[in-house]
């Protein structure tokens, strides 16, 4: 590691594959469920229970980043939107996945519209994360 809060290769992709496998098949899910396509296929219970087992993986992912990647993020101050954001999204999406288990009907409905925004819009953080540079405007010393 040569950079202070660059991820070892294994924890990299453990990221990398925890998120995007979690993204897909709530993407899946949402397809066939709420929109319809293939519904039978692609909003069955078996990829809800899929999109559930990666949401546990990438849970592990985000606590394997936060002890020393956020932190030293923060501190450099690079790439704090895309990495505040994601924070941001990762945990309305806990919190509404918990709300769609455990939280009471009325509020069902909001739990899943906002759950599947703000999982969207969590993939576009992620991906904005990893492969843009962050531009810093460096000054030479005088």
Request: hydrophobic letters at 50%; glycine letters at 10%.
């Amino acid at each position: 590691m040569n950079r202070l809060g660059a991820m070892p290769p294994w924890q990299k992709s453990f990221v990398q594959v925890g998120m995007l496998t979690c993204s897909l098949t709530g993407g899946v899910y949402l397809l066939g469920h709420e929109f319809h396509v293939n519904k039978a296929v692609l909003g069955s219970h078996a990829v809800l229970a899929w999109h559930g087992i990666t949401a546990m993986l990438a849970i592990l992912a985000l606590g394997s980043v936060l002890p020393f990647h956020l932190k030293a993020g923060l501190k450099s101050k690079r790439k704090l939107i895309s990495g505040a954001s994601q924070v941001g999204c990762l945990s309305v999406l806990l919190i509404t996945a918990a709300l769609l288990y455990y939280g009471p009907e009325d509020i069902r409905d909001l739990a899943i519209t906002s759950h599947w925004i703000v999982g969207l819009l969590f993939l576009a953080c992620f991906i904005f994360h990893g492969v843009f540079k962050a531009n810093r405007v460096r000054t030479k010393p005088y």
